[in-house]
């Protein structure tokens, strides 16, 4: 339990998301602007992340009361359903970032303005997403602190267990998040919220990823020390100069161990994902939320992957990306020999804005009594 307004101070940390968990996070995808007026085939792809994460660790499905029937027939048979209601369902961006102190863990609930408030969120009304981790806390029994003066994202930020932090400049600078702190104001921040000793300021993210450049699309650890990042070695590709940046930072630091990190590079898909018309037809978007217009590059990346205690969930986009989904495959068998790799078509959740990642929060070991 937190003692002190700072969890830092009662010894807790941001755990690695490759540690053992007690369970998983989501929330069926319901909005029209993001998943369409039939949102069917996104639900079918979260249910078949779900089932695939059930085999090793608990899964909660938040919903809310209107749609509550429906998640319990499509769902009921592998998550626990539970009734909060939200504006849409990025679990990871509205739900706890979770800190432990080895034996139990508390949740942190920063506030939430739909990636931008009025400079560049994306919809205008977000009220019920900056309320869902308090509610989700409640709802399992895990403490809770809520960080009033602060903007962020769980996508925004990516811990290695051991003191080291994953963030990029082009989100944690943004001028829609916490345009009043300075970047030491905001690294004091997440060293006293997450107990962290180290920031890593990636300067960029995915290029067109329209959270400001989340980290978690571009970079991820695998275990201390040892990180993959998106990458393309065409230099005509507009990503090429973003991953460029970020592989001479890294190159350049060491962890908050001393520790020189090892970058294995994950190739992007090899052909860029893009809107279509057939896409545009199924969207009802309201006023003052971002729209997609057709041959839109949406932020395709294989680093948007989900840890479960014994798999990595991968995102797969299929057509003619089907090399490059097999690739990224063996890739990660090669780097994570000891959990099985499960290719999930996601797509359609990436038609909505995000991937397997930004739909899920992990649930760290002692959370759950």
Known sequence: MLHHALPARDGFHMPAEFEPQDGVLLVWPTRPGSWGKDPRAAQEAFCEIMRAASRSERVFLAVDR?????????????????????????ARDIGPTFVTNG????????????????????????????????????????DCCRVEDFVLEGGSICSDGEGTLLVTEACLLSTGRNPNLTKEQIER???DYLGIEKVLWLPRGIYNDETNEHVDNVCAFLAPGEVVLAWTDDESDPQYALSRADYEYLLRETDAKGRRLVIHKLPIPDHPVCVTKDDLVNFVFEPGE???????????????????NDSVLLPQFGGE?????????????????????????????LLGGGNIHCVTQQIPKGALK
């Open 189 to 191: 921040k997440l060293k």
């Open 66 to 90: 209107e749609h509550y029937s429906e998640a319990l027939e499509s769902a009921g048979a592998f998550a626990t359903l539970l009734e909060i209601p939200s504006n849409d369902a990025w």
């Open 290 to 308: 971002d729209t997609r217009t057709e041959g839109e590059r949406l932020a395709a990346s294989y680093v948007n992957f989900y840890f479960t």
């Open 321 to 349: 990306n089907t090399a490059s989904d097999a690739r990224a495959v063996e890739i990660l068998r090669r780097l994570c020999p000891n959990r099985r790799i499960v290719p999930v078509s996601s797509r359609v959740i």
């Open 103 to 142: 034996t139990e863990a508390s949740g942190i609930s920063w506030r939430f303005n739909a990636w931008g408030g009025t400079v560049d969120g994306l919809y205008a009304d977000w009220q019920e997403d900056d309320a869902f981790a308090e509610t989700f806390c409640d709802a399992i029994g895990v």
